[in-house]
């Protein structure tokens, strides 16, 4: 019910805009965060947004360089990653959950709807 897009190949010090679109669900309602997962790696929390809009939270690797925002008419979730490093290279999931508040946000078994994840590849 989810579906993350805008991935793709970008260099360095670039910028990518992933977008995260639902049609089944009302974002209104929904606490929406991104993870990712690189290659050999555990999937990692990237930044989440409550419901209400009134929350976030940043891993602080990508503080001052990415914004989520929600635009619940369009039940659609932004991530704008600027500054791009290689080490941001991953393959990006966009989760909902209806049940997440503060202390669970960066823990994915909080969320029940998952994304099919777009890839992000960073050059240096």
Do not use: H
Not at 13 to 23: F, N, Y
Not at 43 to 71: C, L, M, Q, W
Not at 102 to 113: E, F, V
């Amino acid at each position: 019910q989810l579906q993350a897009f805008g991935g793709g190949l970008v260099q360095a010090g670039g910028s990518l805009r992933l977008s995260c679109a639902t049609s089944g669900l009302a974002f209104t309602w929904y606490a929406v965060a991104w993870f990712r997962q690189a290659p050999g790696k555990e999937r990692e929390f990237v930044v989440g947004i409550r419901r209400n809009n009134a929350f976030t939270s940043y891993e602080d690797s990508v503080k001052s360089r990415f914004t989520i925002s929600k635009d619940n008419a369009k039940n659609t979730v932004y991530l704008q990653m600027n500054s791009l490093k290689p080490e941001d290279t991953a393959v990006y999931y966009c989760a909902a959950d209806r049940g997440v508040i503060n202390t669970t946000m960066r823990n994915s078994r909080a969320y029940t709807y998952w994304g099919q994840g777009t890839l992000v590849t960073v050059s240096s």
